[in-house]
């Protein structure tokens, strides 16, 4: 059994993204654009196409989208793709943010984990995922 590690990039690269986009913050509204596969994968986001559901998203949709609830003036603009173009739209900075994206070192020169002593730090995650045989 080996254990996928899921989702530590979320809290991790958008409280990052804020921090860095601190003045602007007072300046104007900030959107967030955040793009993730257009296959469901229950329960952390629903359907399966590039339809951002209104209603019953998903819980990672219903998580991020509670920065634009609790921080004024930020917005979070939602998409979704084909796995491979979520993270060619990180790579080019179409993307802010992706999810449910795990760990590869060779992610890090794209995107932010949160890091701790110079490892990710676990204590962020918000799920784990596992295939198991």
């Not at 958008?14 to 602007?24: D, E, H, P, S, Y």
């Not at 596969?37 to 209104?54: F, H, I, R, W």
């Not at 930020?74 to 760990?103: H, M, Q």
Request: aromatic share 10%.
């Amino acid at each position: 059994m080996k254990v996928m590690r899921v989702m530590k990039v979320i809290l991790g690269l958008f409280i990052f993204i804020l921090i860095a986009m601190g003045q602007v913050l007072h300046a104007a509204d900030v959107v967030i654009n955040v793009a993730y596969e257009d296959k469901e994968q229950p329960p952390y986001y629903m359907g399966n196409d590039s339809t951002v559901l209104a209603k019953n998203p998903g819980s990672v949709v219903e998580i991020v989208a509670l920065l634009a609830k609790k921080i004024p003036g930020v917005t979070i603009k939602f998409t979704r793709y084909p796995w491979p173009r979520c993270l060619s739209e990180l790579e080019n900075g179409a993307a802010d943010a992706i999810f449910n994206s795990s760990y590869k070192k060779e992610r890090e020169k794209n995107g932010l984990y949160p890091m701790k002593d110079g490892k990710v730090d676990d204590s962020k995650r918000l799920t784990n995922i596992a295939y198991n045989l």
